[in-house]
């Protein structure tokens, strides 16, 4: 069967409070700029801020139940699939203020790719298809690559490059890292332009002005 008139708009996905629990007593709830879209299928508890012209794809789940609370920045991508979670009681401190995962400006996370606090992202940093980013601070404009893993309380300078499969797991390991290459950033340049352009078009899609989950601070 067929729609003449444009898409089904079901809006399937879940957004809420973390439930009370001994771990996390004090349900949250999200707070969710107005040109921020969230995909149907789409999962969001707890103490999360999400800014500006930021885009989550479908099946992306950001989950601040046990580790809060999360800060999302504006412009960031967040592909189909992508997992963000948190350990209790570890954080990152960011402009005096603790967090168990900060992402800032312009950050793409490629379809798969697992972020789990404590870590900080800096602007500009590419994270790659199925990577893994946990208890690390990422320096701006660095570039995981496909199925990389960083982790082991690592920090990684601005501008570097982790490997398609490269496990960082020192900062021995994390301080020999080269550049980013120039087809990389481009790659990278790329993805960030192209999905800063899905908010607005996918809210005009889906018949929407504003976020599609409607919360909005």
Do not use: W
């Not at 349900?27 to 969230?38: E, N």
């Not at 479908?58 to 991508?77: K, L």
């Not at 340049?189 to 409607?214: I, W």
């Amino acid at each position: 069967m067929t729609n003449q008139n444009g898409p089904y708009n079901i809006y399937s996905y879940f957004i809420g409070s973390n439930p009370h629990t001994s771990i996390n007593p004090n349900p949250s709830f999200p707070k969710i700029k107005r040109t921020a879209f969230l995909s149907p299928f789409t999962f969001v508890v707890g103490d999360v801020s999400i800014r500006e012209n930021t885009y989550v794809g479908p099946f992306v789940s950001i989950r601040a139940d046990e580790g809060t609370p999360f800060y999302i920045d504006r412009d960031c991508n967040l592909q189909d699939g992508v997992i963000l979670h948190g350990l209790k009681n570890k954080y990152v401190e960011v402009n005096g203020k603790n967090y168990s995962i900060y992402i800032s400006q312009r950050v793409s996370c490629a379809h798969g790719s697992l972020i789990h606090g404590p870590c900080e992202i800096g602007q500009d940093v590419f994270i790659g298809f199925k990577a893994i980013v946990y208890n690390a601070i990422i320096g701006e404009g660095c570039f995981i690559s496909t199925d990389a893993v960083v982790t082991g309380g690592v920090m990684i300078k601005p501008y570097r490059f982790v490997p398609p499969g490269a496990h960082i797991d020192t900062q021995a390991k994390a301080d020999s890292l080269s550049a980013v290459p120039k087809n990389e950033k481009e790659f990278a340049r790329e993805v960030q332009r192209v999905n800063q352009e899905f908010p607005s078009a996918y809210s005009v899609l889906f018949g929407k002005t504003k976020c599609s989950c409607g919360l909005m601070f």
